[in-house]
Structures are given as C-alpha cells and as structure tokens.
T-cell receptor, first 116, second 115 residues
C-alpha cells in the first residue's frame, strides 16, 4: 500500500485523557500536514512539516496540541487533557513539492476522535 | 472573512444528468490555486481537479471540469453524466501564493445522485 496511512482509525477517550495519533506519509513525500475536520465543516489546517522541521502552526493548535516528525518520516499528533470540543476527524496529508507540479496533497483516511 | 464560499449545502440530481457545484473565493493574491476534493462516507479526501490562477484554460479531468471565472472569483465544478458513485461531500479549496502549502477549504456541498 503506497498511500497515506493513519492509526488508529477511531479513538474514544474520556475527557482529560491524553491521546496520540500516528500518520505515515507516502514514502518519498517530504511534506506532511495535519488538518482537523469537525462535523459539517471542511478540513481546517493545523500544522505542517518539511522533513523533520515544523514550518507552520495554526492558531487552532492550542498548547495542548503537539506534533512531531522526528526523523522526517512518520508524524505523531498528541492532544493532552482532551476536551469534548476536540472531538473531530484528524486528517493527515503528504506531498512532494516540485517545480513542475501544483504540490498536490494526498490525504489519509483520518482518525476519528470522540471525547466523552 | 470567509475565503471559500460554497452556497449549496445539499443537492439532489438525477443519475446521468450534469451537475454544477458552486464555489466562490476571496483572495488578494495574484497567484493562487483552486482545488476540488470529494469526500465519500468513508472519510478520505479524494483529489479531483486543480486550477492555477494563471491557467488560461479551464481544467478538465475525465468527467470533471472546472468553470474558472477569474473576474467573478468563481471556480465551479461541473460533473458530466453523473453516476450513483458520485454521491459524496464535495469541497472547494484554495491555496494562496505560488507555493503556499496551507489549503483553505469551504464548508462543502453534499451531492446525492438519484437512480
């Protein structure tokens, strides 16, 4: 399978607990993105990496959120002290920017988080 | 200010008919890119078509075409000969700047294809 993969696909947790999601991008892609999608809305940008460097963070990414991409391959998104408002689909995407392309982002299937 | 506006929350279309999904955008950049994505009930975002702001011709990909009207800031998606498998959420999205990586999505239009 050469697509973007995300684990777990579903996560149910209690308010106040910490959760961590993993994203494995397409192997040759050096850029990796995280988006959040709440019910009835389009995805909202959270952050992105070029290799291991985190280049941009949205104001949506509160202090309780942290993302890493330690070796420039897979990435993790951790949410500490989860709140019910964190319930959403968390989407990961990857890309390989090239002068001849429009930097298409390939999305994974998402991790659906439910905070009780 | 909302960057991407999709005014049709839902649409019902008879199978085999053509359908147009509306999208208007707002940007002050001269260089930008416009995307359409399809999201089936499985949740995965599927890229459909891209239009660059400097592209003179409307983009086409199979049954999908993008009706790009730059002066009106609209980028409508046209699906010809709709199929039952086209039933899904459709998102219009924009990337500002020539290489900006952040994509801004609209709220989407849910398309239902009727047999």
């Amino acid at each position: 399978d050469t697509g973007v993969s995300q684990n777990p696909r579903h996560k149910i947790t209690k308010r106040g607990q910490n959760v961590t999601f993993r994203c494995d991008p397409i192997s040759e892609h050096n850029r990796l993105y995280w988006y959040r999608q709440t019910l009835g809305q389009g995805p909202e940008f959270l952050t992105y990496f070029q290799n291991e460097a985190q280049l941009e963070k949205s104001r949506l990414l509160s202090d309780r959120f942290s993302a890493e991409r330690p070796k420039g391959s897979f990435s993790t998104l951790e949410i500490q002290r989860t709140e019910q408002g964190d319930s959403a689909m968390y989407l990961c995407a990857s890309s390989f920017p090239d002068a001849g392309t429009f930097n298409e982002q390939f999305f994974g299937p998402g991790t659906r988080l439910t905070v009780l | 200010a909302q960057k991407i506006t999709q005014t049709q929350p839902g649409m019902f279309v008879q199978e085999k008919e053509a359908v147009t999904l509306d999208c208007t955008y707002d940007t002050s950049d001269q260089s930008y890119g416009l995307f359409w994505y399809k999201q089936p009930s499985s949740g995965e975002m599927i890229f459909l078509i891209y239009q660059g702001s400097y592209d003179e011709q409307n983009a086409t990909e199979g049954r999908y075409s993008l009706n790009f009207q730059k002066a009106r800031k609209s980028a409508n998606l046209v699906i010809s000969a709709s199929q039952l498998g086209d039933s899904a959420m459709y998102f219009c999205a924009m990337r500002e700047g020539p290489r900006d990586d952040k994509i801004i999505f609209g709220k989407g239009t849910r398309l239902h294809i009727l047999p």
